[in-house]
Nanobody
Framework: QVQLIESGGGLVQAGGSLRLSCTAS????????MGWFRQAPGKEREFVAT????????AYADAVKDRFTISRDSAKNTVYLQMHSLKPEDTAIYYC????????????????????WGQGTQVTVPS
């Protein structure tokens, strides 16, 4: 069982930045992916960003493209989500997810592609 520990959430004013971190309890260098999803109150969980390896293929939701960047430090088993120009509509609980196998990038936009999930971290951007 892989454990995912998220951190970095908080309250930030509109236009500000935050960096979320997700550290996995096990290394997975052979292939896999880690992604970020979010869930706002009263809404369904939605895809935010994902990164697949080997290689550095990434994908983003249209709502965050050009504002958010996903990156990975393989030595630390950690994936980051750098968020800039935050908006009130970015307010949500952000979840980290891990796929054990190498999956087609387009499939990684779906929650069903992931095997493990973190507990979530709250991001609040007041209006």
């Amino acid at each position: 069982q892989v454990q995912l520990i998220e951190s970095g959430g908080g309250l930030v004013q509109a236009g500000g930045s935050l960096r979320l971190s997700c550290t996995a309890s096990e290394r997975s260098n052979n292939g896999g992916a880690m992604g970020w999803f979010r869930q706002a109150p009263g809404k369904e969980r939605e895809f935010v960003a994902t990164m697949r390896w080997p290689g550095t293929s990434t994908a983003y939701a249209d709502a965050v493209k050009d504002r958010f960047t996903i990156s990975r430090d393989s030595a630390k088993n950690t994936v980051y989500l750098q968020m800039h120009s935050l908006k009130p509509e970015d307010t949500a609980i952000y979840y980290c997810a891990h796929a054990r196998q190498r999956v087609i990038l387009s499939r990684l936009r779906a929650a069903e592609a992931y095997d493990y999930w973190g507990q979530g971290t709250q991001v609040t951007v007041p209006s």
